[in-house]
């Protein structure tokens, strides 16, 4: 196991000796002549410091409408938004809402599909990571801080082929597109509860019952109700990091009410203050015991899980 990312660029001659060594399983750099290396982690990290310059000029040209998280190029902004719902989101190419249970970062906007996975970032990212005690989203130990680096090397959650849903350690991406086929998605309708088992079912009913084009929205707040909150591009590319979860830049933000993918300022507004005004009433009201109160389940429970001191008094 590598201990830095310059060790493993360095690197370009296979070694035979390693565990994992598989000589059908060999990958190559596609931007130079090196390779060799026996998983996919390997070859990203290599790109990262040995081909930033280049990868970063990928991302800065526009014609190629580049995805700022993974640096793969697209014909069009239409087929990179359908790469980043079917491979980041992990939903079909057409979905109006993100189709798996998530969980956003109240610091820093990153989505994760694991909850014990953002509790973790949120004690090593947003907490004195010196001190304290997390549990193992992989097999639920109880782990100090400063030693789940460690830890997570045992399980390979690291790497870039682990299922970010169960964290379970794939092959390589080809393999883990399938076992993503495994988890169930989530097609359940945050805003009147209603379930369903497929994604074209789930699709006309939003399509029919919650979208309302011909209404003009007014103006109000709608910005803090979506993940990020402020786009901002970063020159630095995204690395492989086990604490990292995802952070959308290309145009695109979730709603963290309903899960609803938003690809502009105006269908944002749309959404929020026309979408989920028509349930307004029909709101149930979540009281805290610092006397905070929310309409809505979801922030109520981003809010409980900040201040754990905290604890719900009732609804009504």
């Known amino acids: 196991m590598f201990r830095t990312s310059y060790e493993l660029s360095s690197r370009t001659v296979i070694d035979s000796g390693n565990p994992s060594y598989d000589p059908d399983q060999v990958y190559d750099c596609d931007m130079c002549s090196d390779g060799g290396w026996c998983s996919e982690t390997e070859v990203e990290i290599h790109k990262n410091n040995k081909h930033s310059r280049e990868r970063d000029a990928i991302i800065t040209d526009e014609t190629k409408h580049a995805c700022k998280i993974c ?27 993100v189709e798996r ?13 694991n909850k014990h996975q953002l509790a973790v970032h949120i004690s090593y990212c947003h907490i004195d990571k010196e001190n304290g005690v997390v549990t193992c989203p992989r097999c639920f ?12 090397e045992k399980h390979n ?11 379970d350690k794939c092959k390589n991406r080809e393999h883990l597109r ?6 169930l998605p989530y097609y359940k309708c945050e805003m009147c509860g209603y379930m ?3 994604h074209d079912l789930f699709q006309q009913h939003i399509n029919s019952l919650h979208k309302d084009d011909d209404v003009v929205a007014k103006e109000g707040r709608y910005k803090k109700y979506f993940a990020p909150q402020v786009l901002h591009w970063s020159r630095k ?8 979860g995802l952070y959308l830049q290309d ?40 006397g905070e109160s929310f309409t809505n389940k979801v922030l109520f429970k981003h809010h409980l899980f900040k201040t754990k001191d905290h604890s719900e008094v009732g609804g009504r």
Request: aromatic share 10%; hydrophobic share 35%; charged share 25%.
């Open 71 to 97: 640096v793969i190029p697209h014909k069009n902004e239409e087929e990179l938004l359908k790469h980043i719902k079917s491979q980041h989101l992990l939903s079909f190419e057409d979905a109006y809402r």
């Open 101 to 113: 249970d998530i969980f956003i970062c109240n610091h820093c906007s990153q989505i994760f599909f």
């Open 141 to 152: 130990k109880s782990i100090r801080i400063k030693s789940i680096w460690i830890h997570y």
């Open 157 to 167: 959650i690291q790497s870039v082929s682990s299922c970010k849903i169960c964290l």
């Open 178 to 183: 399938e076992h993503i086929k495994s988890h």
């Open 196 to 198: 369903a088992k497929k």
């Open 237 to 244: 590319l995204q690395g492989i990091s086990a604490f990292r």
């Open 251 to 290: 145009y695109i933000r979730v709603c963290v009410l309903c899960r609803e993918i938003c690809t502009s300022a105006e269908s944002m507004k749309h959404h929020i203050l026309v979408e989920h005004n028509k349930y307004k009433i029909s709101k149930t009201v979540f009281v805290c015991s610092c």
